[in-house]
């Protein structure tokens, strides 16, 4: 396989993929298994968390494994998940050392934090994610990591301008199988890359309001800063345990990026694509078809029912979040299993035993990536620009979808052209909690 000038980006997380092409055997270097002996204190980086809900609480279950990352505060809306945090964090390390927090400007106050994980809702992410490099901390933060364009342009010219450090949870880009997928795409195997398969829930658009309830006291949730810049609606204790997914006002791209965040950054990688987007975006149906200017397409298949029989459009036993790339001479899908399948027959033999079956889910190798990049300062396998790129795109798809219609964008300013209408979806209004409701 002809080496690519980009190749130690490519792989660069990996030590995971090293001669996965040429059959030789993967090795996962012992620091990304926690195998290292125990660094000093003051050689540790530490941690402070925004936003501890399910996502959150699993992220960090794996960075507490980490020897050379110590987590010292929780920041949250909801007493319960402030808690629930402190409680895993100080049973890990056996103290009642972890500090907890309502509003987290308290922890970016902090001068003793250097890194931050962002796993709020996806209104927070850019915001959190901006004030928090602002602050001088370098950001983990959660997908959608931008609620509109507007908000992936700012979030990547602020770490670009400050020189933080930035790791979008796009954890795929760091597991086995995807890495494998887009390697044999990029190595010529398939012929020339043609088509791109990128799975993505039904697209949601709902603009209704649940019903009012009692709004509970500050202490208990702080209903004002958990609507953070999202436009003021009555309490309904739905929201605030995890019901405000598919709401416009607190939702991602009419849904489309809880899985295309993941599956279109896979493949925007798998061919290279990583600085730039499509240039046209056409809802046709269940799908919304994408087109780069080399004329390579990328389809963003509809899943009804993603986390159940996804057949025929892809091989429900690989997975959820599956991707396909299709080449001339061949295709390649996988999915969260772990598992690959590979046309034509003669390509399977190549797919070495080696592979670690690793889930889709499991952010331990992403962790680690972006943790030595703290160290090293070298950009991560999702920096801004690779999340910038790849999240516009999905934003782009979307309001496509919202509009009904095909839209032509521009890579270059990250408008659409002639269509006035489109550009004002680019972004939203947006409220001041920390001066609005007196915080």
């Known amino acids: 396989m002809k080496a690519k000038a980009t190749r130690r980006q490519f792989l660069g997380v990996t030590g995971v993929v090293g001669g996965v092409l040429s059959g030789v055997p993967m090795l996962i270097p012992a620091s990304a298994l926690g195998l290292t002996a125990e660094p000093a204190p003051s050689e540790r980086i530490t941690l402070g968390v925004i936003g501890i809900g399910p996502r959150a609480t699993y992220d ?37 050392d972890c500090v907890t927090y309502r509003d987290f400007r308290e922890l970016l106050d902090r001068k003793d934090i250097d ?46 301008r400050t020189k933080r450090i930035f790791q979008a949870g796009t954890q795929r880009r760091s597991v ?71 709401y416009f006002d607190f939702d991602s791209g009419a849904r489309l990026l809880d899985w295309g965040a993941h599956t279109v950054d896979l493949c925007q990688w798998a061919i290279g694509a990583d600085n730039t987007v499509p240039v046209e975006y056409e809802p046709m149906g269940d799908k919304i078809v994408c087109t780069y200017a080399s004329g390579v397409k990328l389809i963003l298949e509809f899943l009804k029912t993603p986390f159940g029989d996804r057949s025929p459009k892809f091989i429900t036993e690989l997975g959820t979040c599956p991707v396909r790339f299709v080449g001339e001479e061949g295709w390649v899908e996988t999915g969260d299993n772990g598992g690959i399948e590979v046309h034509p ?31 090293s300062r070298a950009k991560t396998v999702t920096n801004e620009d690779v ?22 964008f521009d890579p270059k300013t990250e408008k659409f052209i002639g269509d006035e209408e489109a550009n004002l979806l680019c972004a939203r209004p947006e409220r001041n909690p920390f001066t609005e409701h007196g915080v």
């Not at 507490?64 to 402030?82: G, H, N, T």
């Not at 309830?213 to 003021?232: C, F, K, M, Y």
């Open 60 to 96: 960090l279950q794996a960075m507490l494994k980490l020897p050379d990352v110590r987590c010292l505060a929780i920041a949250d809306v909801q007493a319960s998940r402030r808690e629930a945090g402190k409680k895993l964090v100080d049973e890990f390390y056996g103290n009642q």
């Open 115 to 160: 890194t931050v994980l962002v796993a709020t809702g996806d209104r927070w992410h850019a915001p959190a994610s901006i004030m928090a490099a602002e602050a001088g901390k370098d950001v983990y933060s959660e997908k959608p990591c931008g609620i509109t364009i507007a908000k992936c342009q700012e979030l990547a010219k602020t770490f670009s």
């Open 176 to 246: 086995p199988n995807f890495i494998y997928a887009v390697e044999l795409a990029r190595s010529g195997k398939l012929g020339k890359i043609h088509t791109l398969y990128a799975s993505v829930y039904e697209p949601q658009l709902d603009n209704s309001w649940l019903p009012r309830e009692q709004t509970p006291p500050r202490d208990v949730v702080d209903w004002n800063l958990w609507l953070g810049p999202a436009p003021w609606r009555p309490y309904n204790q739905k929201y605030v345990q995890g019901g405000w997914r598919g």
């Open 345 to 375: 027959d003669t390509l399977k033999k190549e797919v070495p035993e080696a592979i670690t079956r690793v889930r889709g889910l499991d952010v331990s190798a992403h962790a680690r990536n972006f943790f030595d990049c703290v160290k």
């Open 387 to 408: 999340m910038r790129h790849s999240h516009v795109a999905c934003h782009a798809a979307a309001i496509a979808w919202i509009l009904d219609r095909k839209l032509r």
